[in-house]
C-alpha cells in the first residue's frame, strides 16, 4: 500500500484563462503567471480566446469607428 497517489492536474479557471490573454494582449504577464499558464493551461483554450478577443476588439473599433463617422455627417 506504498503507491504514490498522482495529483490530478488542476486546470485553469476560464477567468484565469480570460485574464492571463487580456496580461498577454497588453504585454504585463508577470513570470509566475506565465509559469502557471505553460504548466496548467492548453494551448488550445489560449488560442480560441484570444482569437475571441481580438475579433471583440476588432469589432469595437469597428464601431467607435462608425458611430464617430455618423456624428460627423460623413
Request: glycine fraction near 8%.
Amino acid at each position: 500500500m506504498d503507491q504514490e497517489k498522482k495529483p490530478a492536474q488542476e486546470s485553469m479557471t476560464f477567468g484565469a484563462l480570460l485574464l492571463s490573454v487580456l496580461a498577454a494582449f497588453f504585454g504585463v504577464q508577470s513570470n509566475a503567471n506565465r509559469e502557471r499558464d505553460f504548466s496548467k493551461g492548453k494551448l488550445s483554450h489560449f488560442i480560441v480566446i484570444g482569437l475571441l478577443l481580438a475579433l471583440v476588439f476588432i469589432l469595437i473599433v469597428v464601431g467607435v469607428v462608425s458611430l464617430v463617422m455618423h456624428l460627423a455627417g460623413t
